[in-house]
């Protein structure tokens, strides 16, 4: 098998695929990055329209939205805390994993709750935006993230 992979390697399409994977895993901290904070901007976008106009939050949490088990005026302070808190976290890259599994029940939650006022595009936007969630969960939020930081300085001893 060893012999394989070195004969693959030496040939041109075999450097062509070893260079892809190097600048692949090169960019991959970016991506980590640029992942964490497009998801962590639509929530906290979110959780300043519920703050801007708490009246408005309110009526919508106990007429449109519809949380199951939860009054309305609890659901829309859990919801409005955890999308501002879950996305400053998140874009931080602190406690990362945790951050990104509150904001994905916050989704699922929305998407159950609402998904009958959304359109497809609605949707859609929700499941993109659980898909990076659950990416972030499972891999990580990635080294430039404090949580990578925090790991760095463990691993040093200090």
């Known amino acids: 098998m060893n012999t394989l992979i070195t004969c693959c390697a030496r040939s041109q399409p075999g450097r062509l695929y070893a260079l892809g994977t190097r600048i692949a ?13 497009y998801v962590a901007h639509v929530f906290w976008l979110s959780g300043l329209t519920k703050l ?9 949490f106990a007429d ?19 999308e501002i808190g879950f ?4 874009t931080l890259g602190l406690a990362g994993r945790f951050s990104a599994a509150g904001l994905f029940v916050i989704n699922a939650v929305a998407l159950i709750s609402y998904h009958a006022s959304l359109d497809a595009a609605g949707v859609k ?18 080294v430039l993230s404090a949580d990578g930081w925090l ?3 463990l691993d040093r001893g200090g």
């Open 25 to 37: 895993a090169a960019l991959a901290p970016v991506v980590d990055l640029i992942a964490r904070v």
């Open 52 to 60: 801007n106009d708490w009246h408005i939050t309110l009526a919508l």
């Open 64 to 82: 449109e939205y519809k949380v199951p088990l939860l009054p309305p005026a609890v659901a829309a302070v859990m919801s409005t805390t955890g």
């Open 87 to 90: 996305s400053i976290l998140l």
């Open 125 to 142: 936007d929700h499941i993109l935006w659980g898909t990076i969630l659950v990416f972030l969960i499972v891999h990580g939020v990635g």
């Open 151 to 153: 790991k760095r300085q």
